[in-house]
C-alpha cells in the first residue's frame, strides 16, 4: 500500500519557469490538500479538494493552481515561478469529514533560483 | 482567523518527560492534533485529542486539553535520542470546509544524551 505519494522530490526551477508537482494516494480518500512548509514554520494549506472535480483556496493560493479531475490525483500546478516559492511542498488526503487522520507525503522540495 | 502558537524549542535530557505546549483560538475546534517530523521527511501524526476529552494517553505519550484556556499539551515520558524532531500542534474544527488544518509553527525537541 504506497498511501500518499509525490513527485519529484527535489527540483531547481528558474524565475519565471512553471512546474507541475505531483501527488496520488491510492487510499480512495475523497479529501485531498496542498500545503507549503516555508523554512522553521509550519504548514500552511494552499488548495484543497473533497472530491474529484471540486477545489478551493487555501490560506495562500496565490502563484499556484489544481485541478482533480480524478479521486486518486491531485497535482499542483506553479506559473511563473518566484523566489518566495521555494519551499517544501507537502501533498496529504483522508477519507472525509470526521476522519481523524490526514495522511501526509513525503514532500517535494522546490527552489527558485 | 484560527491561529496555533508553540513555543520555538525545547532541550530535555534523555530520560526526562518532555512537555510541549500550544495554544490556540478557535473556540469551534473539534480535533487537535500532534504531529512528528523528522529531518528532512513528512509529518506523521502521533496522537490527537477531541474537544470534549481532557487527557489521552498512549504509551509514552499523553495529550492534556484545557478547553476553557485553549491551552494543548503533550507530554512525552522517558523521553528517547529517537524523539529529537519537530513537533507540530494542529487543530480542525468539524464545520470548518474541507476539515482543514491550521498548524502551530513547530517545537523543535533536541534530546541530549
Known amino acids: 500500500n504506497a498511501g500518499v505519494t509525490q513527485t519529484p522530490k527535489f527540483r531547481i526551477l528558474k524565475i519565471g519557469q512553471s512546474m507541475t508537482l505531483q501527488c496520488t494516494q491510492d487510499m480512495n480518500h475523497n479529501y485531498m490538500y496542498w500545503y507549503r512548509q516555508d523554512p522553521g514554520m509550519g504548514l500552511k494549506l494552499i488548495y484543497y479538494?473533497?472530491?474529484?472535480?471540486?477545489?478551493d483556496k487555501g490560506e495562500v493560493p496565490n502563484g499556484y493552481n489544481v485541478s482533480r479531475s480524478t479521486t486518486e490525483d491531485f497535482p499542483l500546478r506553479l506559473e511563473l515561478a518566484a523566489p518566495s516559492q521555494t519551499s517544501v511542498y507537502f501533498c496529504?488526503?483522508?477519507?472525509?469529514?470526521?476522519?481523524?487522520?490526514?495522511?501526509f507525503g513525503p514532500g517535494t522540495r522546490l527552489l527558485v533560483l | 482567523g484560527e491561529d496555533v502558537e508553540q513555543s520555538l524549542f525545547l532541550s530535555v535530557r534523555e530520560g526526562d518527560s518532555s512537555v510541549i505546549n500550544c495554544t490556540y483560538t478557535d473556540s469551534s475546534s473539534t480535533y487537535l492534533y500532534w504531529y512528528k517530523q523528522e529531518p528532512g521527511a513528512g509529518l506523521q501524526l502521533l496522537t490527537y485529542i477531541f474537544s470534549n476529552m481532557d487527557m489521552k494517553q498512549d504509551q509514552r505519550l499523553t495529550v492534556l486539553l484545557n478547553k476553557k484556556d485553549k491551552h494543548l499539551s503533550l507530554r512525552i515520558a522517558d523521553t528517547q535520542t529517537g524523539d529529537s524532531a519537530i513537533y507540530f500542534c494542529a487543530e480542525s474544527a468539524f464545520k470548518a470546509a474541507g476539515n482543514k488544518l491550521t498548524f502551530g509553527g513547530g517545537t523543535r525537541v533536541l534530546v541530549k544524551p
Open positions: 496529504a488526503s483522508r477519507t472525509g469529514p470526521g476522519e481523524t487522520t490526514q495522511y
Open positions: 479538494s473533497v472530491g474529484a472535480g471540486i477545489t
